[in-house]
């Protein structure tokens, strides 16, 4: 069964520090790796998705992936208290099961003033 | 990215009956798909929608209990039959044009009394 597994939240920083939020996969094969950004009673957005070793930078956040350790994490600099939300950690197998998502629990952030 | 527009957003209905979601994209797209958020919990992939043919569930859930249709590439539904408190959720329909993205409608808020 695959699984995702994302760091116990909630997670509180202050405004303009760094949120980082971690996710881990079971499935070696996985191909592509997404974070979702959830507001409380509205659909995932998605805000970033990356699918080779190393970091992907968008803006304020960083993706960072490690096949080999099977780990997939988001930063987000400078947070602003309009980056509260519950952040997915979403994996795609890939393949003919491409869109096909797998995600994780969720990591509350609630960034204070 | 594609725009998809699902209908109702939310709806409150007896147990015992069955309501129809709609799932309308602006452009084609290869998969389509069906997940539903239980409240306080993550996205769980209910099924895929396949064009012209039966979708393919994921374990635990059934045709009967949820019946998907997708008569063209841009166009979905999801019934939840026979409802009862506990199909009460947010239902979200998701498309994929290819491995690096995969979009959300904003979901239907289904209340069941």
């Known amino acids: 069964q695959k699984e995702v597994e994302q760091n116990s939240g909630p997670l509180s920083v202050p405004e303009g520090a760094i949120a980082s939020l971690n996710c881990t996969y079971s499935?070696?094969?996985?191909?592509?790796f997404f974070w979702y950004r959830q507001y409380s009673g509205k659909s995932p957005e998605l805000i970033m998705f990356?699918?080779?070793?190393g970091d992907k930078e968008d803006g304020r956040f960083t993706a960072q992936l490690n096949k080999a350790s099977q780990y997939v994490s988001l930063l987000i600099r400078d947070s602003q208290p309009s980056d509260s939300a519950t952040y997915l950690c979403a994996v795609d197998a890939g393949g003919t099961s491409y869109g096909k998502l797998t995600f994780g629990q969720g990591t509350i952030l609630t960034v204070h003033p | 990215s594609a725009v998809i527009s699902q209908k109702p957003s939310r709806d409150i209905c007896q147990r015992g009956t069955s309501l129809t979601i709609q799932c309308q994209v602006d452009s084609q797209v290869t998969m389509m798909f069906w997940y539903r958020q239980q409240p306080g919990q993550s996205l769980t992939l209910i099924a895929t929608a396949n064009q012209g043919s039966e979708a393919t569930y994921e374990s635990g859930f059934v045709i009967d209990k949820f019946p998907i249709s997708r008569p063209n590439l841009t166009f979905s539904t999801l019934t939840v039959s026979n409802m009862s408190p506990e199909d009460s959720s947010i239902y979200l329909c998701?498309?994929?044009?290819?491995?690096?993205?995969?979009?959300f409608g904003q979901g239907t808020r289904l209340t069941v009394v």
């Open positions: 990356i699918y080779s070793n």
């Open positions: 499935d070696r094969g996985s191909q592509s």
């Open positions: 998701s498309a994929a044009r290819g491995e690096t993205e995969a979009f």
